[in-house]
């Protein structure tokens, strides 16, 4: 199939997890792929390194929930080392000491949550219930590319009556609920349930994660069902470890790849996506050299692909500024910790499981939302929310005998600081300020600390290439989200250039760890190419 | 267990104890414990299938304790029950109880339970399942107060031919006077005791309603009272037998709360159930009237019925068809069993329209393990009235001394 000029019959810019399921549904479909990646190391913001004696670290990404069960039985991921282990428990300490856990047996959770509310105890199973028909709602849209709806197609309006006929199995009622999901603030919805402050600060957690929003917000409601329509193992919502830390599902990606005859190139940086009449037909590296290929997929965020990689003049202006438009907003940080034992938290009361899920320190939504003022006023939040976890208590691959690791996930963090550009003194006053929120509830917190990894915005950015630090590639807001993702007219992976794709999270459906835009995307290409996906 | 249950955290003993947990322990002979909203109750003391017989034979005791209970009292009260339920409730009298279940606006139903009217404003609602958060919002423009005393009251339930007997020995004078439905309070080898003329057996019998201090003390009365009587207690399992004999429901085994469910049209209504005549139209409002009238004019498109199946075998979970191929699906079967007393294989089934109409005949398919080899067999079936076992005794007052 490889023309002459080509090498290959298609490239992948960049290892993330993404560009790595697109690969490997390509190779298996039997074409020539060469994943490109700029860094030394693969895996994008799903990674495990070690940077630190023999502690592992999920530098970015640090739980998994979302990745399509269909694609890991696919790629045999399982056969390629990939194991995902649930966790239970979580928690939130409260500033008066107390706290509110969560556990997986129904009546210990219901006699938790009754120590606060006796009735929202009850109105959980009702929470539970609502978010579960709304998955059910949401997933089989997963693994389907967006339908364009101002197209005559037959695949786009099979695709649109597909959408149609789905809202339609919902039930009137259930239409109406899943509108107002997909539009309001967590802070409104999680008031029709829940009256005790802890209760909805803890469950708030999830919707703001990753987002440029506070939980009064519109649209964060949203994002806690973004957070909520994964599973392990068909237990809807549950999280758990990779075993071996995040890159862990990288390096089963890989390794299913190169079993299927694709190749991967490390600290290959992409500089330019090669253009002949309105087609892609390559790319160029940083250091001059050029690679043919039929096709070119990025695993870039639309922005990046676009603003940066492409030259200007081969794309129309009114393309540019809805790419321009995209919102991007960074808005977390990350800290990764090497811990010398277990800390205390002596909120936890000595054999709840609590600790070895998610843990959380604040404690009302007001809390919550002051920590988004600071972030709309240029600064990281002087009382940051935080998830926090110790995946070593329960992957022993983690952390030598004894020592533990932990993983703290920040929000908010600027990309950009009122005060100024990011330096070594800001990255490190800003890792201080976790540290300290931690050590509020953790008095032998930070004497067990032997290294901290703390990454800002501007690092995810320069490290990872997120553009502006955005956990997702894009907000996850609805006016970007299904065939508005990452813009109107482009959002079938297919972009204005012929042979050019885009496989990241900057895709439907979004981000997180999930690997539907990558299968999706090689799905679109084979679909081009007239050829049946594996 | 004995020692811990009461005190340990529930993140590491998620199910509370009954009152009666000490004394249940003891009589456990199979270590056979399940749980039920909440705490741990026994599902087989030595062998279901004698546990069953003090039902139908002699006196059985029950552990009814973990039934969520709900104090509802107040001006309204009375508007409030009557709103939220479908039967009509304002013909209720002081010291009587009703049946009833109730629904979303849908329509589909949320539950069942009894209603004790307690005084003029004061009512107990006893359900299987917890809804304090159904209840309140249901509360809303109405003057009413709203509290689950589940752990306020041990409950034990009395059932069999005996067991008006048992508590004439026991002391409590006037019982052979309580009607079915009735309640009224007693003293007794000095307890106080609410004791209603209700059950979930469909035999005589009687349920106990108790201070929890006075629990062991209950249960020892009430043994040495019985001990010439046949009685026995008896777990969850012996009782669900006796329920389906009385065709009574389970919910979450013969349907699911239409609160819990998140599937589209796995809801049922009472209509669908074979509950319509707890649906009363003509007491005026109430929640979920507007789509059980149009259910009706509509005409059913389902519904639960009694099955009487052929061979011994129960047909438990079996898919029903109406031909014998198995090629038309028509329903299936939510409970069965061989019923020891009427001596047929009985079952509630959920049957597509028109198959529930009495006399039907259909196919359960079945499937056998005989050592472990599987066999699959399509048994014949008819639609049947129930219940399948109604005695008289069940209503007889004074009832007789058996
Ligand atoms: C701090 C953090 C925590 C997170 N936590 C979680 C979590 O716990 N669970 C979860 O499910 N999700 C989480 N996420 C989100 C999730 O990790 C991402 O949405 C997802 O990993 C993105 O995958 P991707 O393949 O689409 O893109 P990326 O992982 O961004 O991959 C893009 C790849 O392209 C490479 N690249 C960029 N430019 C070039 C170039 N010019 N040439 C060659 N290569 C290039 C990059 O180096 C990178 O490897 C988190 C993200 C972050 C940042």
Known sequence: ?534 | MSDSAGTAPHYTRPLLPTPFHERARALSQVDSFVPWAGYTTVDVFTNAGQEYFAIRNACSVYDLTPMVKYRIAGPDAGRYLNRLVTRDLRKLRVNRVSYCVWCNDAGNIIDDGTVFRLGETEYRLCTAERQLDWLLDSAIGFDVQLSEVTEEIAALALQGPTSCAVLKKLGVTGIERLKPFEFSCFDATGMRLMISRTGFTGDLGYELWADPRQANQLWDALMTAGRSRGIRAIGSRALNMARIEAGFLMPNIDFVSAEGTVRVGTSRSPLELGLGWLVDFDKGHFTGRRALQEQMRQGLQRQLIGLDIAGNKPAANALLYADRKGQREIGSVTSAMWSPTCKRNIALAMVDAPHFAMGTTMWAEVYLSRELVWERRMCKAQVVDKPFFAPERRRVTPPGDF
């Open chain 1, 1 to 534: 199939m490889t023309r002459e000029s080509e090498q290959y019959d298609a490239i992948v810019i960049g290892a993330g997890h993404n560009g790595l399921v697109a690969a490997c549904y390509l190779a298996r479909a039997g074409l020539s792929v060469q994943v490109l990646e700029r860094n030394p190391h693969i895996g994008g913001a799903a990674v495990s390194r070690q940077l630190y004696q023999n502690f592992t670290y999920s530098n970015c990404s640090y739980v998994c929930s979302l990745l399509r069960p269909e694609i890991m039985r696919t790629l045999e991921l399982p056969r390629f080392g990939l194991q995902i282990i649930p966790y239970d428990g979580g928690c939130t300490m409260m500033q008066g000491g107390g706290h509110l856990a969560l556990y997986d047996n129904h009546d210990a959770l219901r006699r938790e949550i009754a120590r606060h509310s006796k009735r929202d105890a009850e109105a959980y199973d009702r929470f539970a219930r609502d978010m579960i028909r709304q998955c059910k709602f949401i997933k089989p849209l997963l693994m389907r590319e967006p339908p364009d709806p101002t197209s005559f197609k037959p695949r786009d309006i099979r695709e649109l009556l597909y959408l149609g006929g789905h809202f339609n199995r919902l039930g009137e009622e259930r239409m109406y609920d899943t509108l107002r999901f997909w539009t309001m603030s967590i802070a409104d919805f999680l008031d029709e349930y829940f009256e005790s402050e802890i209760v909805k600060a803890h469950m708030a957690g999830s919707a703001i994660i990753g987002t440029a929003l506070g939980p009064r917000s519109p649209g964060t409601a949203y994002v806690l069902l973004h957070h909520y329509m994964g599973d392990i193992d068909d237990t809807v919502g549950a999280w758990g470890f990779a075993r071996g830390g995040m890159g862990a599902v990288t390096k089963a990606l890989a390794a299913s790849l190169q079993a299927s005859g694709g190749t991967i190139r490390a600290s290959a940086p992409v500089e330019r996506i090669l253009v002949r009449n309105g087609r892609s037909v390559g790319v160029a590296l940083a250091d001059g050299e050029e690679i043919k290929a039929r096709l070119v997929l990025s695993n870039m965020d639309v922005k990046r692909t676009f603003l940066e990689t492409v030259e200007a003049s081969e794309l129309s202006g009114d393309f540019l500024r809805r790419v321009r438009n995209f919102k991007i907003r960074g808005s977390s940080g990350k800290l990764n910790i090497a811990l010398d034992g277990l800390p205390t938290f002596p909120a936890i009361p000595a054999g709840s499981p609590s600790t070895r899920g998610d843990m959380h320190v604040t404690d009302t939504i007001e809390m919550m939302e002051r920590a988004y003022d600071d972030w709309k006023d240029g600064a990281w939040s002087r009382a940051p929310y935080i998830d926090m976890l110790i995946p070593s208590q329960i992957d022993p691959t983690m952390a030598p005998d004894g020592k533990h690791y932990m993983s703290v996930f920040v929000q908010y963090c600027p990309y950009q600081l009122a005060s100024g550009p990011w330096d070594a003194a800001k990255r490190q006053a800003f890792g201080d300020t976790v540290i300290d929120t931690i050590a509020r509830h953790s008095p032998d917190f930070k004497s067990l600390i032997l290294h901290a990894e703390v990454r800002t915005p501007f690092d995810l950015e320069n490290e990872v290439g997120l553009t502006e630090g955005n956990i997702f590639q894009g907000e996850l807001t609805f006016d970007q989200l299904l065939f508005n993702r990452p813009i109107p007219g482009c959002a079938q992976y297919r972009t204005p250039l012929r042979g050019l794709y885009l496989c990241g999270s900057t895709t439907h459906p979004g981000g997180g760890v999930m690997g539907a835009p990558g299968a999706n995307a090689a799905r679109a290409v084979l679909r081009d190419l007239r050829l049946a996906a594996t």
